[in-house]
T-cell receptor, first 115, second 115 residues
Framework: KQEVTQIPAALSVPEGENLVLNCSFTDSAIYNLQWFRQDPGKGLTSLLLIQSSQREQTSGRLNASLDKSSGRSTLYIAASQPGDSATYLCAVRPGGGSTLGRLYFGRGTQLTVWP | EAGVAQSPRYKIIEKRQSVAFWCNPI?????LYWYQQILGQGPKLLIQFQNNGVVDDSQLPKDRFSAERLKGVDSTLKIQPAKLEDSAVYLC?????????????FGPGTRLTVT
């Protein structure tokens, strides 16, 4: 069974810092990996999706990398802002021939960026 | 394009009562998912529909939870009778189809508190 772990569980940084969130997964046979953002009382917003054949994806100040063989992904946030404060979730979709759409989520990293 | 709609947004019930949640997916999306997110954890898939058929309900507690998707559009998730441990956010998501490359879009969720 796929298990996803995110470290750290919480992070508090001053505005302007560059930061890295980590995600690891136990089964490297994945189809893709996705990073989501969750604001309090709201649903999940997709940030970046990396296919298993890709090494990284970038969107604005966000960069996500994937090392499938070692079961790791990182989300890099450049020049953090208070508006980045949210919980960041990592999710993997199993591969290995499965066509089911189930996503396996980590517990998330709660990020606070203070002015 | 309208997103995934869910109602109600909040619900408080006593244990042993019943409750129902409603989800309207993005127009044209054939696949619909219900996830349960307990506080401090990542979402966990409860059930997945393809049109009006169930694809995966392996993690649905069938003694108390039921779900249906009549006419392949809206869906209802019911809990009867509720237990304290059912307190969670219930997220609905939809995608064009199921399988690896179709992104899931999430609704705002329904926060259930069982007292």
């Amino acid at each position: 069974k796929q298990e996803v772990t995110q470290i750290p569980a919480a992070l508090s940084v001053p505005e302007g810092e560059n930061l890295v969130l980590n995600c690891s997964f136990t089964d490297s046979a994945i189809y893709n990996l996705q990073w989501f953002r969750q604001d309090p009382g709201k649903g999940l917003t997709s940030l970046l999706l990396i296919q298993s054949s890709q090494r990284e994806q970038t969107s604005g100040r966000l960069n996500a990398s994937l090392d499938k063989s070692s079961g790791r992904s990182t989300l890099y946030i450049a020049a953090s802002q208070p508006g980045d404060s949210a919980t960041y979730l990592c999710a993997v979709r199993p591969g290995g021939g499965s066509t089911l759409g189930r996503l396996y989520f980590g517990r998330g990293t709660q990020l606070t960026v203070w002015p | 394009e309208a997103g995934v709609a869910q109602s109600p947004r909040y619900k408080i019930i006593e244990k042993r009562q019943s409750v129902a949640f409603w989800c309207n997916p993005i127009s044209g999306h054939a696949t619909l998912y219900w996830y349960q997110q307990i506080l401090g954890q990542g979402p966990k898939l409860l059930i997945q529909f393809q049109n009006n058929g169930v694809v995966d309900d392996s993690q649905l507690p069938k003694d108390r939870f039921s779900a249906e998707r009549l006419k392949g559009v809206d869906s209802t998730l019911k809990i009867q009778p509720a237990k304290l441990e059912d307190s969670a956010v219930y997220l609905c998501a939809s995608s064009l189809a199921f399988g690896g490359n179709y992104e899931q879009y999430f609704g705002p969720g329904t926060r259930l508190t069982v007292t």
